[in-house]
């Protein structure tokens, strides 16, 4: 399973440090993603590491705010979120899947393996 957390309320230009938390399968078979889902709209991609280099991919949206990182000895993904703006606000999700890749202004995850629980972001401005 994969446990989401770090999310809470914030002030515009503030930040959050969420952590993934992964048990159960082997972390580093996978490529580990972040979406986001605001109310009202469909689940974004936010950042993913991929499983064949280990590269990170972010949405236009997140570049130059959010750094993603991973500890696969820990079984963990981060999501440093800088710069936040009230249009951040969603429940963000971790995610394990097959890969993951940069499409225009998004990123996205194939064959997801495995959906965390998601953790509240709230920004006020």
């Known amino acids: 399973q994969l446990q989401a957390s770090g999310g809470g309320l914030v002030q515009a230009g503030g930040s959050l440090r969420l952590s993934c938390v992964a048990s159960g399968f082997i972390f580093d078979d996978y490529a580990i993603g972040w979406f986001r889902q605001a109310s009202g709209k469909e689940r974004e991609g936010v950042s993913c590491?991929?499983?064949?280099?280990?590269?990170?991919y972010y949405a236009d949206s997140a570049k130059g705010r959010f750094t993603m990182s991973s500890d696969n000895a820990k079984n963990t993904a981060n999501l440093e979120m800088n710069s936040l703006k009230p249009e951040d606000t969603a429940v963000y999700y971790c995610?394990?899947?097959?890969?993951?890749?940069?499409?225009?202004?998004?990123?996205?995850?194939?064959?997801?393996?495995?959906w965390g629980q998601g953790t509240q972001v709230t920004v006020s401005s």
């Open positions: 995610a394990a899947g097959i890969e993951c890749s940069y499409r225009p202004y998004t990123i996205v995850i194939d064959s997801v393996y495995r």
């Open positions: 590491i991929s499983r064949r280099d280990g590269s990170t």
